[in-house]
C-alpha cells in the first residue's frame, strides 16, 4: 500500500518492503540476531563504557538545577563558545561564537539540515563510497541526486579515486561535496593532498562542502586530521560537523554542532528551527565541560587522548584476530571500525558474499559484524568490488574483543 513519498526513500536506500512498508535495517537485523544467538555484537558502533564522570555530573546538575526548558535556539553561549574554542585550539579556525556556530541534534540533524537548507530536486550530492547511511537517506529525502566516488582498497588504506572525484564534481547540477573524514566504515583519515584535491574541485566547479568529522579526535599512529575548512579558499564554503557522542562516548546524547561562514549556518539554523527547533538543555552545559575539558588540569583532562590510545590498541587487538582467522584487513588510522576482506573465508565455507558471510557468523563462531554493501548503493561498482568486505567494529573492551577474537580463530583455515 502507498502511504507516502517516505516509500520512494525507503526504495532509494533499499529499505522497501514487498508490502510497501519498511523493512530492518542491516543494523537493526544484525543486533536482533546477537541478541537472539548470543554472538559477540561487533555490528554497530557504540562504546560499551561511559564516558567521564564529571562530564555526566554537570548534567545530571543542570537537570536537577531547572536548565529543563527550551535552551536559546542556536544553543547556549557556553557551548557555541566551547565548539569555537576548540576549532581555535586544534585547526586555527576562528569562529564567531555568535553568528558561526549553531547547536544541533547530533551530527545526524546538522547533515539533514544542512543538505536540506542546501540542495533540492534537479541538483546532486557527491560522496564517497562507502558511505555513513544516513547519508543516502537524507539525500533521498531532499530529492536530489546522489552521486558517489569510490573508495578504493589498497595496502594504504581506503583511498579516493580522486579522478572520480573531478569528475562528479564536474557534472551539472553537482552541487555539494559530502565529506567524512575519519571516514566510517572504512577508518580511513583523508590525507592533506587528497583533501586539496577536494578543495580545488570545489573551487572549480563552485561547490559547496558539507564535511562529517564525528571522528575528528580519534585518529591513530600519528595520523593528522585536517578539516577541509582549513584549506585556502574553503573556509567560505564549507559547513564542518561534529557532535559529543564520539570524541566524547556519549552516544545517546545526540548534542551536536555545525560551524562555517554566517551566511550558510544561518541556512541550516533556518531548516533545524522547524526540524526540532532546539536540543538537549542539559546536556549543553555538560558537553560544553567536555569540550573545555582539556584546557584543565582535572583528572579528565587526557581523556579524549587516552580514548584514541586506547581505541588504537583495541584496533591493534581485533586486527590481530581477524588476520589469524582468514580475513585480509585494510588499514585504517581512525574512527570505531576496520574493514576485513573475507574473501577466502566466504569461499571456505560456499557462501554467496559477505551479506551472507554475516548471517551465518553467528553460527560459525557467535560474532556479528555487518557486511560493507550495508554502505553503498545498490548495483553500485562500488558494491560489486566490496562484496566480500565486511566491517567490524572495536569499540568495545579488550575482553570483549579478546572473546570475539577467540571465537573468530573458529573461522580459520
Ligand atoms: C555516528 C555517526 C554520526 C552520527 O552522529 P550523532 O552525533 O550521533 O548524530 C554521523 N556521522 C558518522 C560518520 C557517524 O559515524
Not at 555538560?286 to 569540550?291: E, K, M
Not at 574493514?339 to 551479506?355: I, M, T
Request: glycine share 8%; hydrophobic share 45%; aromatic share 6%.
Amino acid at each position: 500500500m502507498r502511504t507516502g513519498p517516505w516509500q520512494d526513500v525507503a526504495r532509494a536506500v533499499g529499505l522497501l518492503a514487498p508490502d510497501g512498508g519498511t523493512r530492518p535495517t542491516i543494523f537493526a537485523e544484525m543486533s536482533a540476531l546477537a541478541l537472539a544467538t548470543g554472538s559477540v555484537n561487533l555490528g554497530q558502533g557504540f562504546p560499551d563504557e561511559d564516558g567521564p564522570e564529571s562530564v555526566k555530573q554537570v548534567a545530571a546538575r543542570a537537570l536537577l538545577d531547572g536548565v529543563n526548558q527550551y535552551p536559546p535556539g542556536p544553543g547556549v553561549p557556553a557551548l557555541r563558545q566551547a565548539v569555537a574554542a576548540h576549532q581555535q585550539r586544534h585547526y586555527g579556525i576562528e569562529l564567531d561564537p555568535d553568528t558561526e556556530v549553531l547547536v544541533t541534534t547530533g551530527a545526524t540533524e546538522a547533515i539533514a539540515a544542512a543538505l536540506l537548507a542546501l540542495v533540492g530536486p534537479g541538483e546532486a550530492v557527491v560522496t564517497l563510497e562507502p558511505f555513513y547511511d544516513a547519508y543516502a537517506a537524507v539525500v533521498a529525502l531532499t530529492g536530489a541526486e546522489l552521486v558517489t566516488v569510490p573508495l578504493v582498497p589498497s595496502a594504504e588504506g581506503f583511498r579516493p579515486d580522486l579522478a572520480a572525484l573531478r569528475a562528479a564534481a564536474a557534472r551539472t547540477g553537482a552541487r555539494v561535496l559530502l565529506l567524512n573524514s575519519p571516514h566510517n566504515p572504512t577508518g580511513s583519515v583523508l590525507r592533506r593532498e587528497e583533501l586539496a584535491a577536494v578543495a580545488s574541485a570545489a573551487v572549480a566547479h563552485d561547490l559547496l562542502v558539507v564535511t562529517d568529522e564525528v571522528y575528528e579526535r580519534l585518529t591513530f599512529d600519528g595520523a593528522e586530521h585536517v578539516p577541509v575548512a582549513t584549506l585556502p579558499g574553503m573556509r567560505e564554503r564549507t559547513l564542518t560537523i561534529s557532535s559529543v557522542g564520539k570524541t566524547f562516548s556519549f552516544t545517546g546524547w545526540k548534542i551536536g554542532w555545525v560551524s562555517g561562514p554566517a551566511d550558510l549556518v544561518d541556512a541550516v539554523r533556518a531548516v533545524k528551527q522547524f526540524l526540532t527547533y532546539v536540543s538537549g538543555a542539559p546536556f549543553q552545559p555538560a558537553v560544553a565541560h567536555a569540550l573545555d575539558l582539556e584546557t584543565t588540569d582535572g583528572p579528565d583532562a587526557g581523556f579524549v587522548a587516552g580514548l584514541a590510545a586506547s581505541l588504537a590498541r583495541r584496533r591493534d587487538l581485533l586486527v590481530e584476530g581477524l588476520e589469524a582467522a582468514g580475513l585480509r584487513t585494510v588499514p585504517g588510522e581512525g574512527t570505531y571500525f576496520v574493514v576485513a576482506d573475507a574473501s577466502d573465508v566466504v569461499e571456505a565455507h560456499g557462501l554467496a558474499d559477505a551479506d551472507a558471510l554475516c548471517r551465518a557468523l553467528p553460527d560459525l563462531c557467535g560474532v556479528v559484524a555487518v557486511p560493507v554493501s550495508a554502505f553503498t548503493v545498490a548495483g553500485s561498482p562500488t558494491r560489486e568490488a566490496l562484496r566480500h568486505h565486511v566491517r567490524f567494529t572495536f569499540t568495545k573492551s579488550e575482553a570483549t574483543l579478546a572473546e570475539a577474537v577467540r571465537r573468530l580463530a573458529r573461522l580459520a583455515p
